[in-house]
């Protein structure tokens, strides 16, 4: 029987990941790590669950990682954009009790984004292409560096790794930290491009990591539902109202824009919402694993609903028409602006 260690187990993911860990026969025993305390289980699943509330970066480590077959690592620091040497110190601290705990395997969360997003991605893109990830976005930068630390530590300790890269996750607990920003990011786009869009739910993405674990398996893998959308499909979705702005209007709007939100966040996902960086999930499913959701069923079971979707159609058109003549007349407000300042 297995015994299998979840860090950042009272997440999404690592709720999804436990359950479906307990449901497995050949599993004995569960050790959910997680700062807060876990939500009371079954008392059927008493005698297999071990849940442990711990502070990755202080905590004693070794005695909850011993006997271990295979450690699942999903804990991550929130508030990683201003305090990115914890999101390492949790992970160097977790590879140094793996090492004196002799765990021989381990599964780590990475992310898409350490591909990056450039114009010359293929689409789609396989684990076999090198990642690039925008230098400016922090978190893709962070994950390509704890990547490159478990795989150091696999190498050294002639290990088994799996290493998980998803796509932009949702569920019903709501959008990832990366759903989140990417999807504010769309908002203030300079211009319109229409990259292909996808998306994986969390649903998927643990049992992913399950397989992982319980399989041992040794590689990196991306994590994503079939295939992805275009961009009209993903308009629909949201239920937008789009007005196309010439590209002086645009930029200016951009630039207002970049005083409300920050700036150096938008900096790192611009590219993220211009160009392409949709995954094949091939090689995962070569293990055995499929996706239940789709691209629009993981994004829209994560999104509220489209206000124009809770409207009626004569209530839905005087919305649209009041929104075009308020974009008409900020358009011409401002190239008379534009004018003048010409003029001048």
Known sequence: MQSIVVTGAGGGVGRRVVSKLLERPDVGRVVALDRL????????????????????????????????????????????LRRRRHDTSILLRLLEAATEANVRHLVVLSSALVYGAHPDNPVPLTEAHPIRPVDALMQARLKAELEELASQWAADRKARLAVLRPTTAFSE?????????????????????????????????????????????????NVSADGWIGADVFRAMRGE?????????????????????DGALLDG???????????????LRAEGWAPRYSNEESYMAGTAAPLLASLGPRERQELVLGVLGAAGAATAGAALWLRNRVDR
């Not at 109202?241 to 939100?261: F, Q, S």
């Not at 996902?269 to 090689?283: F, H, I, Q, S, T």
Request: aromatic share 4%; glycine share 4%; proline share 7%.
């Open 37 to 80: 305390p876990l939500s009371d289980t079954d008392d059927a699943e008493q005698d297999r669950l071990v849940p442990r509330t711990v502070d990755l970066r202080t905590g004693d480590l070794v005695p909850l990682l011993e006997g271990a077959d295979s450690v699942v690592h999903l804990a991550e620091d929130h508030r990683r």
């Open 241 to 261: 109202i789009e007005v196309r702005l010439p590209e002086r209007l645009g930029e200016i709007r951009h630039k207002l824009a970049r005083r409300v939100v």
């Open 269 to 283: 996902l611009e590219p993220y919402v211009r160009y392409p960086w949709v995954v094949a999930n091939d090689r």
């Open 173 to 221: 607990d709501g959008p990832s930290w990366v759903g989140a920003a990417l999807r504010a990011a769309m908002s203030v786009r300079a211009e319109q491009v229409d990259p292909p869009m996808q998306f994986v739910h969390h649903e998927d993405l643990a049992s992913a990591a399950v397989l992982a674990a319980s399989n041992r398996l040794d590689d990196v893998y």
